[in-house]
């Protein structure tokens, strides 16, 4: 039973560029919720998506978007990333029947130059 | 707003030991309550929840934690502690929001055991 993927393992960008990291939710799960962690900091809430839909969002900019596909898989995207943008991304996957905790993945290390 | 205390960031714990990391929440409602574990580079691994019930619960490692409604309090305890315990410990609150739960995490407690 695969757990939560996320692709790449690590990136690195410049400033200014766009990124898409993407996430594979654990098998029978349906709602994917995205996660910052800078360094030496708790995860930080990004946003939900839920049957396609954005359903919460934290305290981010516009810059910061995401998408979820029909088969639960989700992307999250930044654009003109800044400094400040270099972090532990992290993918949680749950089941919106379900009471059930939030499932992580491995994250996507991004730094920026 | 919600959020989560974790007031010490390092504990260092000899291996044998008892350990406490300590955890304090701010909720309005009856909370939903996590911790999670981070080895370096990797993701978060739960150890233990409470949603109701039984004040005290059980984890996975031989982790538990008791919640304390009067002291906003849900604090994470293993009697011995191994060397492979060594890790960064995060305590979470879930917020939930038109059916939907998120995280709200505190700024972690890195355990370091000495030999």
């Known amino acids: 039973d695969a757990g939560v993927t996320q692709s790449p393992t690590h990136l690195i960008k410049t400033r200014g560029q766009q990124v898409t990291l993407r996430c594979s939710p654990k098998?029978?799960?349906?709602?994917v919720s995205w996660y910052q962690q800078a360094l030496g900091q708790g995860p930080q809430f990004i946003f939900q998506?839920?049957?396609?839909?954005?359903?919460q969002r934290g305290n981010f900019p516009d810059r910061f978007s995401g998408h979820q596909f029909p088969n639960y898989s989700s992307e999250l995207n930044v654009n003109a990333l800044l400094l400040g943008d270099s972090a532990l991304y992290l993918c949680?996957?749950?089941?919106?029947?379900?009471?059930?905790?939030?499932?992580f993945g491995d994250g996507t290390r991004l730094s920026i130059l | 707003a919600q959020s989560v205390t974790q007031p010490d960031i390092h504990i260092t714990v000899s291996e044998g030991a008892s350990l406490e990391l300590r955890c304090n929440y701010s909720?309005?409602?009856?909370?939903?309550l996590f911790w999670y574990v981070q080895s370096p580079g990797q993701g978060l691994q739960l150890l233990l929840k409470y949603f109701s019930g039984d004040t005290l619960v059980q984890g996975i490692k031989g982790f538990e934690a008791e919640f304390k409604r009067s002291q906003s309090s849900f604090n994470l305890r293993k009697p011995s502690v191994h060397w492979s315990d060594a890790a960064e410990y995060f305590c979470a609150v879930g917020v939930r929001n038109t059916g939907f739960q998120k995280l709200v995490f505190g700024t972690g407690t890195r355990l370091l055991v000495s030999p």
């Open positions: 998506y839920y049957e396609e839909e954005e359903r």
């Open positions: 098998s029978g799960h349906d709602t």
């Open positions: 909720y309005g409602a009856t909370p939903y």
């Open positions: 949680a996957s749950s089941s919106y029947s379900s009471n059930q905790p939030q499932h």
